[in-house]
């Protein structure tokens, strides 16, 4: 089954941690009441990627979902970066025992390298502005001359 145009990138996570328990080729989801969402708690499909139960669950619900193929392409995900998010899985659940979501948060764009200054307040505007006005009045003159002539 090939999900890549179903699934939104932001919805798509790597399969783990490995659970032979869990049917092969699924991940095991459980529903968390008190965050109000799908928490996966293990996989049987290692290398492949999964996405959270598309329903809102019920308190003490587990689904299972099938787990699929994807490209790094597809995912914009690289090897290092899944290893990174997994590594930091790691530390928070040792630093957190009850467990943590990590949320993904956009990064700032960083300030332009050109000052933005406002078009009235550029020191250049008033000669722009006679430039514009010499242009249009030699325009017209030459559109003048063309219709008389």
């Known amino acids: 089954m090939h999900h890549s145009e ?6 798509r996570v790597p ?3 490995l659970d032979p328990e869990v049917p092969t080729g699924m991940s095991e989801w459980a529903w968390n009441d008190d965050k109000q969402i799908w928490e996966l708690i293990g996989c049987n499909c290692q290398g492949k990627w999964t996405v959270p139960p598309p329903v809102v669950g019920r308190k003490g619900e587990v689904r299972y979902q ?7 392409s597809e995912t914009g995900v690289t090897a290092e970066s ?3 998010v997994a590594a930091m899985r790691a530390k928070v659940a040792d630093q957190l025992p009850g467990g943590a979501v990590l949320i993904r948060q956009p990064a700032p764009a960083p ?5 933005v200054v ?3 307040e550029n020191p250049l505007f008033d000669d722009w502005l006679a430039a514009v006005e010499d242009y249009r009045n030699a325009r017209d003159a030459e559109e ?4 008389a002539g």
Do not use: D, H, K, Q
């Open 6 to 11: 179903a699934i939104p990138v932001s919805a």
């Open 15 to 17: 399969c783990g941690p």
């Open 66 to 72: 099938e787990c699929f193929e994807c490209t790094e």
């Open 82 to 84: 899944a290893a990174a």
């Open 111 to 115: 300030p332009s390298p050109i000052p």
């Open 118 to 120: 406002p078009l009235a």
């Open 144 to 147: 003048r001359a063309a219709e």
